[in-house]
Nanobody, 122 residues
């Protein structure tokens, strides 16, 4: 079972990026999927989560509301994080993860991807 995150890179403030997280080994349509990030010297923090199957429920940390959008394509076993109006404080390694419930608690996520680095220059 593997979650493969991709799409990170070096961008300037105000730019956009779309992260992808492709699952393999099992289907994750029955799981809530989340994105977390970890900046240097800081703890891993919640960014966004989307509910299972149809993805009708989403939740975002306050600092990204209105700028980031989480979505999923169950046919492709993939979850996305569209990041607009990026700021230097968004710089971090971004991880995708799967959980049996919609939650902000990283302890409730059972599967984790390897992370993709996003660097936003000012």
């Amino acid at each position: 079972v593997q979650l493969q995150a991709s799409g990170g890179g070096l961008v300037q403030a105000g730019d956009s990026l779309r992260l992808s997280c492709e699952a393999s080994g099992r289907t994750f349509s029955g799981d809530a999927m989340g994105w977390f990030r970890q900046a240097p010297g800081k703890e891993r923090e919640f960014v966004a989560v989307i509910s299972r199957s149809g993805g009708g429920v989403t939740d975002y940390t306050d600092s990204v509301k209105g700028r980031f959008t989480i979505s999923r394509n169950n046919a492709k076993n993939t979850v996305y994080l569209q990041m607009n109006s990026l700021k230097p404080e968004d710089t971090a390694v971004y991880y995708c993860a799967a959980s049996p419930e919609v939650t902000r608690s990283k302890g409730r996520y059972n599967y984790w991807g390897q992370g993709t680095l996003v660097t936003v220059s000012s």
